[in-house]
């Protein structure tokens, strides 16, 4: 199946923690910055993120409640019109996600197309919300996400060659345990702040059956301002 070229690019503690307090420590701050400009160096067209990143910081908050009786749009994707090839993947498989626009313009990256990915559980008039601000959607499973689906989708409707997977903990497990993912790129900041609660950057979620832990083979490591920039092809 056609697919595009996948990177899961996060940035973690010491001890591989993806939230938490540490990011906002004076330490973690080269990291960070680290971790904006290897964005770029990778240039991908598509960024993806889990529902729970999607409303840390992307989405306009959550749908309203009870959305009004409207016009039947068919459980079919949906493909808008963009006058960019940049695109924000927003995986929302219930439908929840608020939105003001199609678009997502955050500081110090280039203005992005939101691509929301539904599933079959998806209550029809989600779809009709979606419209009014002319936002694109895909069907990729019926009840959790068909990760292997989706990239199918983004490559042939978006002509997506290249996506990062960037989180949560949740989302970037689902396409490593599928095998989904090409390259793992982790800035690990020298920073810890002991959080037991806080996910880390491979989460499996309950309804995922068991596997074997997943190898993976050393690409490159380079010291980045007192961190580490880690490259790892995971083995297939
Ligand atoms: N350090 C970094 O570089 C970085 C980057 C991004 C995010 N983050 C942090 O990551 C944290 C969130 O991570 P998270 O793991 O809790 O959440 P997440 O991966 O952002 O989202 C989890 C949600 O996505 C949906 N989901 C995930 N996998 C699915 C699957 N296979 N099928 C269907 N739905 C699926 C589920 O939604 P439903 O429950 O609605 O079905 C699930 O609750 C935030 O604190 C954020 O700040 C850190």
Redesign the pocket.
Known sequence: MEKPFVIC????SLDGK??GKY?SAPACAPALEK?GEIRGFYGCEATL??????L??YSAGRAPANLPDSPDYPMEDYVAESDVHNYIVS????G?LGWESKYIEKKGRPRAHVIEVL?ERVDPRYLAYLRQFDISYVFA?E???D?ALLLHKLKTLFGIEKLMV???????W?FAQAGLLDEVSIVMAPVADGNTS??SIF?K?D??PEREPLAFTMKEIERINGGLWLRYTPQK
């Open positions: 690019h996060m940035l973690t993806i939230d990011m971790y993120y889990g529902t729970t990143t999607m840390g910081g995986v929302d498989p219930a929840v599933t499973g009840e959790h996400l990760c960037a989180g949560g903990g949740l989302m970037n689902s806080a996910v989460e979620a309804f995922l």
